[in-house]
């Protein structure tokens, strides 16, 4: 995202009603980045923004939601990176897009005191271009997920529940290798029905829906589509990725509820 199309997101009247964004002033779109939407109807505790390894100003941005008392909800994602100035708001609206480095990019909105809450984190990134430099995206899923990195778990398994979506630049299927085990693609359990064996950027599958479920949230890909294919003009050289979640909260003794 540009500080241009940041200006036409703001604009837009649907947005400035219902949603919040990470950066209203832009400060972390120069000369481009990541940003999230995140809508009213959500308890949203805070946005926060963390540097990658880089040599192209790449970081990772996540928002942190509070899920409310409710053992089920539904979750939609989009996912949709390399937008340009020309893109349709719309389409920028339904992206998780690019940002700089921080901790708290906005203030909390909602935040919760009650030492029972329950939170699903939403996250973006857009990895390092271009296949020669396979070894610093390696090194960025690494920062994330690997050992002491920012979603990383822990030994008391309460790791956190998140969903990533995002510009992975992976051409090949050796570069998810990094990934631990628990971490999901969403493309291998909903994804034999999008065409093209998924493919977002010409014929390859460059942009990842990940999820990991916790011992208190459980997470479960119900669909997805492709986004933007048919849009004129292009919002990006990518197609967008929506992917629709059930999102189950558990009870501290068993799982809550029917599915």
């Known amino acids: 995202v540009t500080p241009r199309l940041l200006d036409l997101i703001k604009d837009h009247p649907e947005i400035q009603a219902n949603y919040r964004i990470s950066d209203r002033s832009g400060a972390t779109l120069a000369p481009y980045g990541v940003l999230m939407l995140v809508h009213n109807s959500l308890r949203l505790r805070k946005f926060t923004l963390h540097p990658l390894p880089t040599r192209m100003a790449r970081r990772f941005l996540a928002a942190e939601i509070i899920l409310g008392t409710s053992s089920k ?13 020309s893109s349709s708001v719309a389409a920028a609206a339904a992206a998780a897009a690019q940002s700089d480095p921080g901790t708290s990019v906005a ?21 390092e271009s271009l296949d020669y430099n396979a070894k610093i995206r390696a090194a960025q899923v690494a920062s994330v997920f690997g050992t002491g990195g920012i979603l990383a778990e822990n ?18 299927l050796g570069e ?10 969403a493309f291998d359990v909903v ?6 064996h998924g493919a977002t950027c010409g014929p390859h599958r460059l942009d990842r829906i990940w999820y990991r479920s916790s011992s208190r949230v459980e997470l479960r890909p119900q669909c997805i589509s492709l986004l933007g294919r048919d ?19 558990k009870c501290s003794t068993e799982s809550a509820g029917d599915t």
């Open 231 to 249: 849009h004129v003009p292009r919002p990006s050289d990518h197609d967008g990725l929506l992917c629709e979640f059930e999102v189950i909260r």
């Open 73 to 85: 909800a539904k979750a939609r994602l989009h996912g949709e990176e390399e937008t340009t100035a």
């Open 176 to 185: 998810e290798e990094g990934l631990p085990f628990t971490v999901v693609d």
């Open 155 to 172: 030994d008391n398994d309460d790791a956190t529940a998140f969903i990533f979506a995002g510009d992975t630049n992976m051409s090949t």
């Open 191 to 196: 994804g034999s029905t999008l065409p093209f």
């Open 107 to 127: 203030g909390a909105a909602g935040s919760s005191s009650a030492s029972n809450s329950v939170s699903l984190t939403f996250a973006t990134a857009h990895l």
